[in-house]
T-cell receptor, first 113, second 112 residues
Framework: DSGVTQTPKHLITATGQRVTLRCSPRSGDLSVYWYQQSLDQGLQFLIQYYNGEERAKGNILERFSAQQFPDLHSELNLSSLELGDSALYFC????????????FGPGTRLLVL | GEDVEQSLFLSVREGDSSVINCTYT??????LYWYKQEPGAGLQLLTY?????DMKQDQRLTVLLNKKDKHLSLRIADTQTGDSAIYFC????????????FGGGTRLMVKP
């Protein structure tokens, strides 16, 4: 158990809908990262937050957004969902901003029908 | 650019050593990681190595880094059936943030 929690574990929804994925980092960690794991794209970095502020952006679609709250938990919002958004979404956390080992949560499996 | 590559599949017999290989292209990588993913589970950090090191050993795991060839390997000694999983190597890219770039993963199958 990495100490990173994610909810829900599974999510099934329809195209065009909007969902919110939630992540709680390990105690004391200030950075949260979101990754998407799909069959065709592999594991891709989406976005990083550090202490409430966006720190780095990867291959995140404009339909997706994220935020980190004062209690350091983070939410990833996916809107106007398409079939291709079906994937495993991982959250990871680390102590600081740089050169820190990332610990991953169990993931949220999203299925868009 | 950033590109991390791994072979797709490796099959070994229980008790043998496994060697999983990885190549990367970003010479500014500072840290390289190995993660393990079991079916239906998240990514478990196995070990990592600083780019100024050549080797790191941690119990049954040995990581070798050849910076000249940008080649990273993970050796698992005395491989057990419980080691069957997908293994990902990842590099930490030396730019803004702390993002990891992952390889496609190597599926290790351990036969009894």
């Amino acid at each position: 158990d990495s100490g990173v929690t994610q909810t829900p574990k599974h999510l099934i929804t329809a195209t065009g809908q909007r969902v919110t994925l939630r992540c709680s980092p390990r105690s004391g960690d200030l950075s949260v990262y979101w990754y998407q794991q799909s069959l065709d794209q592999g594991l891709q970095f989406l976005i990083q937050y550090y202490n409430g502020e966006e720190r780095a952006k990867g291959n995140i679609l404009e339909r997706f957004s994220a935020q980190q709250f004062p209690d350091l938990h983070s939410e990833l919002n996916l809107s106007s969902l398409e079939l291709g958004d079906s994937a495993l979404y991982f959250c990871a956390s680390s102590r600081g901003r740089y050169q820190e080992t990332q610990y991953f949560g169990p993931g949220t499996r999203l299925l868009v029908l | 650019g950033e590109d991390v590559e791994q072979s797709l599949f490796l099959s070994v017999r229980e008790g043998d050593s496994s060697v999983i290989n990885c190549t990367y292209t970003d010479s500014s990588s500072t840290y390289l990681y190995w993660y393990k993913q079991e079916p239906g589970a998240g990514l478990q950090l196995l070990t990592y190595i600083f780019s100024n090191m050549d080797m790191k050993q941690d119990q049954r795991l040995t990581v070798l880094l050849n910076k000249k060839d940008k080649h990273l390997s993970l050796r698992i000694a005395d491989t057990q059936t419980g080691d069957s999983a997908i293994y990902f190597c990842a590099e930490r890219v030396n730019n803004a943030g702390n993002m990891l770039t992952f390889g496609g993963g190597t599926r290790l199958m351990v036969k009894p």
